[in-house]
């Protein structure tokens, strides 16, 4: 099953005072629950228990490697992978690039994704004159190609489960920088033992 589905289908669809009762109603039913994180584990049991011991985790997996096939872009190469949604707080990442572009003018942001918020993001790139240094690339099958091309990874989410285009550009060797946000982020980038693949700031 899938982790976001029922329990928002448990949140969304019965009173506080019904949902303990309904998602042992359903648990019953369940073989097996497996969450994408040991965060999402955590707070799946703390909401609804795990009374008959169901309850595991696996981490995504990432794909294989696709042929090169990307744009002939130059300079200092930032970028974000995320759906453009508001969860994603992309306008952190868009405000937070225009303080780069100061200190280095040519540098650049890769913005791979779309979703409802594209537009509007575009058009805060452009309000703050940075059409030449911000690229909105859309959705691309060849991520791995643009991460090789990046010196760091940016993210700016509100929350991840587990975060995949994390573990995509750790596996292309990329610094990461991220939101420090409740999820497994903290897990992938082993921020609480000695060897770390990034930093978390803390964000508003």
């Not at 099958?141 to 991840?160: G, H, P, R």
Request: some cysteine.
């Amino acid at each position: 099953m899938i982790y976001s589905s029922l329990r928002n289908f448990l949140f969304i669809s019965f009173s506080p005072s019904l949902r303990a009762n309904s998602s042992t109603l359903f648990i019953v039913y369940i073989f097996f629950i497996i969450l994408v994180s040991k965060y999402c584990k955590k707070d799946w049991i703390k909401n609804y228990g795990d009374i008959l011991q169901k309850t595991s985790y696996i981490y995504n997996p990432i794909g294989e490697y696709r042929e090169k096939n990307i744009l002939n872009i130059e300079g200092e190469i930032v970028i974000s992978v995320a759906r453009f949604s508001s969860e994603k707080r992309l306008w952190h990442i868009i405000r937070m690039f225009s303080s780069v572009v100061k200190v280095i003018p040519n540098a650049k942001l890769l913005m791979l994704g779309d979703g409802e918020l594209f537009p509007a993001i575009e058009k805060l790139a452009k309000d703050m004159r940075l059409e030449e240094n911000i690229h909105f690339l859309g959705h691309v099958d060849n991520v791995e190609d643009y991460l090789e091309l990046s010196k760091v990874f940016v993210t700016a989410s509100e929350s991840e489960s587990f975060g995949c285009a994390i573990v995509e550009a750790m596996r292309c060797g990329v610094p990461i920088v991220a939101n420090d946000c409740p999820g497994g982020v903290r897990e992938v980038l082993a921020i609480k033992d000695d060897r770390r693949s990034g930093d978390v700031i803390r964000g508003g």
